[in-house]
């Protein structure tokens, strides 16, 4: 199995402040997603990214994936209270049929 | 598209009782997953299916699981007898291909709960 291993575990930031999270294997990716689950929800998908090096932007969350595909960091700017949740990193199994997720990244913004 | 249907959302049983967990598919969709989630272990892989057939069972923890899948539209995940180490939140998810290609769908889980 391929771990992924996501850090911080919890983080507790104030309306405003910047954060970054991570995600790191010692495995090479051919892609990885990054998934928001809010209480009482499934995991919903923010973004894929399959290039080394690529960056993807989706309103105040940055996306990066590392030039050897064997880590990412999501970047939040200017938190707000709705971007509270938990924050997955998932990547292909070994068949590549489905997929393996870290623990995950449990953000609480507060006002 | 309705997305993806679980049911129950919450089961609450003794042990040495049997558990079924129901899952509705996107349909359409070619791969169904289930997963389990935990504080301590996070999500994990239990089984999944394509086109109705199961492919990879090695997540399954024991045999008291088992997980069917009859038609593309319905999948079922058995727990008997339960224990209370199987309380957590069992997850349906499926996907239009493979997950190196497609992003998963999840249903919003059903929490098990055994006293």
């Known amino acids: 199995t391929q771990l992924l291993e996501q850090s911080p575990q919890f983080l507790s930031i104030q309306e405003g402040e910047n954060l970054t999270v991570y995600c790191n294997s010692s495995s090479v990716f051919s892609s990885l997603q990054w998934y928001r689950q809010e209480p009482g929800e499934g995991p919903v998908l923010l973004v894929t990214?399959?290039?080394?090096?690529e960056v993807k932007k989706l309103k105040r969350l940055t996306f990066q994936f590392g030039d050897a595909r064997k880590d990412s960091s999501l970047h939040i700017t200017a938190a707000q209270p709705g971007d509270t949740g938990l924050y997955l990193c998932?990547?292909?199994?070994?068949?590549?049929?489905?997929?393996?997720f870290g623990k995950g990244t449990s953000l609480l913004v507060t006002p | 598209d309705a997305g993806v249907i679980q049911s129950p959302r919450h089961e609450v049983t003794e042990m040495g009782q049997e558990v079924t967990l129901r899952c509705k598919p996107i349909s359409g969709h070619d791969y169904l997953f289930w997963y389990r989630q935990t504080m301590m272990r996070g999500l994990e892989l239990l089984i999944y299916?394509?086109?109705?057939?199961?492919?990879?069972d090695s997540g399954m923890p024991e045999d008291r699981f088992s997980a069917k899948m009859p038609n593309a539209s319905f999948s079922t995940l058995k727990i008997q007898p339960s224990e209370p180490r199987d309380s957590a939140v069992y997850f349906c998810?499926?996907?239009?291909?493979?997950?190196?290609?497609?992003?998963?769908?999840f249903g919003n889980g059903t929490r098990l709960t055994v006293t």
């Open positions: 299916f394509n086109n109705n057939v199961p492919i990879d």
């Open positions: 998932a990547g292909p199994s070994n068949s590549g049929y489905a997929l393996n």
């Open positions: 990214v399959v290039t080394g090096g």
């Open positions: 998810a499926s996907s239009f291909q493979a997950a190196y290609n497609s992003p998963l769908h």
